[in-house]
């Protein structure tokens, strides 16, 4: 076995300290004498560092790789976990955007962000007040949009409700037109084989005193058949007009919905 030539803490006799164990006693005192462990810091050329993972991360960024870039993001907080410039690289890749700068249009609250908030609170003194800048910008720009959304909203759902009154208020119209025209269809043919009938009398008598009354009676049919048909054509028009109504109310229905999607990926995103 080798041995090390050592000093007893406690008595101060030379030893010959056994190599390969970690504790033994003197021979001297009998005390216990437990070896110090001894550690070597090793540096190893070429081997990455915080900076070097931070500055490929950066290159990623700015290549608009975003998935490679947030992974050495990841892997520069591995070794520092307080790195300011790391969380505030996730908070690009998250939202895509290569350049910090992009953050002052962003119009979504910053301030919610998990990792813009480790980003704020890492930073340097003489950082703070540009996040605390961008946060704000964000809160306002935030407020603006929604805003405007609500405003669309409301505009939408007011002319939704106006369309659906204005439909409730012709529906008895509507009604009366349609039985309008439906008597109009059902009879106009009716009395066009009337007056033929007549007509065909008339010409029949014309020999004798009967043709009259009946070629009055026949023009009276066929001006009744004519007045019907017109009367029909009309309130097909107007039934028409009411069709396009729904038509204008369906479309209105359906903008407000869209509207109401985007606003909804818009908070979701």
Not at 65 to 78: G, I, Q, S, T
Not at 104 to 121: H, I, M, S, V
Request: glycine share 4%.
């Amino acid at each position: 076995m080798a041995y090390t030539a050592m000093t007893c803490p406690s008595c101060g006799s030379k030893l010959d300290a056994p190599e390969g164990v970690d504790s033994f006693f003197c021979q001297f005192c009998g005390s216990k004498i437990v070896k110090e462990k001894q550690f070597v810091e090793v540096s190893f050329s070429g081997v990455a560092t915080a900076d070097s993972l931070l500055e490929r991360a950066v290159m990623f960024l700015d290549d608009g790789n975003f998935d490679e870039a947030n992974l050495y993001f990841n892997r520069v907080l591995d070794i520092d976990p307080k790195c300011s410039k790391a969380y505030l690289g996730k908070v690009l890749c998250d939202l895509e955007m290569k350049k910090p700068d992009e953050l002052a249009g962003y119009d979504k609250p910053l301030a919610q962000n998990p990792d813009f908030q480790k980003a704020a609170r890492f930073a340097p003194a003489d950082k703070q007040k540009r996040f605390e800048e961008l946060a704000a910008q964000s809160a306002a720009a935030f407020e603006k949009k929604e805003a405007e959304y609500g405003k669309k909203l409301r505009a939408a759902e007011a002319a939704v409700e106006e369309k659906r009154l204005h439909l409730a208020n012709l529906a008895s119209w509507h009604t009366k037109q349609v039985r309008l025209y439906q008597f109009s269809k059902q009879n106009t043919a009716t009395f066009l084989k009337l007056g033929g009938v007549l007509t065909f009398l008339t010409l029949a008598t014309l020999q004798s005193r009967g043709w009259f009354p009946c070629a009055i009676l026949a023009i009276f049919i066929f001006a009744a058949a004519l007045l019907l048909h017109i009367e029909g054509k009309n309130a097909s028009a107007k039934m028409l007009t009411y069709e396009e109504e729904e038509i204008e109310m369906t479309r209105l229905e359906r903008e407000y919905e869209r509207l109401w999607d985007e606003h909804q990926r818009w908070l979701e995103n």
